[in-house]
Nanobody, 124 residues
């Protein structure tokens, strides 16, 4: 049974930082591309960042470029998202997702496995 468990969310002031983590089990983690998505109330799920299984590159939504870094540790079956200079507009539930293809995708439909999400709230 595949499980993705996110952690690290919380309430921070604008300009602050958070580091989200996702622990994966039940899958050959190193064979999966990983992504982070977010969804705010009343809005569609949107791409945040992704890293292919090779980890030879990283990809970010335009709104997050320069403010976040995605990384993976295949020895620990984890993927992390370091977010800096957070803004109230970043408030959302953040989800970790796994894609059983080597390359990245910014389309949530191409990710087969999802965690339950972790809430990020940024106060102004």
């Amino acid at each position: 049974q595949v499980q993705l468990v996110e952690s690290g969310g919380g309430l921070v002031q604008a300009g602050g930082s958070l580091r989200l983590s996702c622990a994966a089990s039940g899958l050959a983690f190193s064979s999966f591309a990983m992504g982070w998505f977010r969804q705010a109330p009343g809005k569609e799920r949107e791409f945040v960042a992704a890293i292919p299984r090779s980890a030879d590159n990283t990809y970010y939504a335009d709104s997050m470029k320069g403010r976040c870094t995605i990384s993976r540790d295949d020895a620990k079956n984890t993927v992390s998202l370091q977010m800096n200079s957070l803004e109230p507009e970043d408030t959302a539930r953040y989800y970790c997702a796994a894609r059983s293809r080597p390359g990245y995708s910014d389309a949530w439909q191409w990710y087969a496995y999802w965690g339950q999400g972790t809430q990020v709230t940024i106060s102004s």
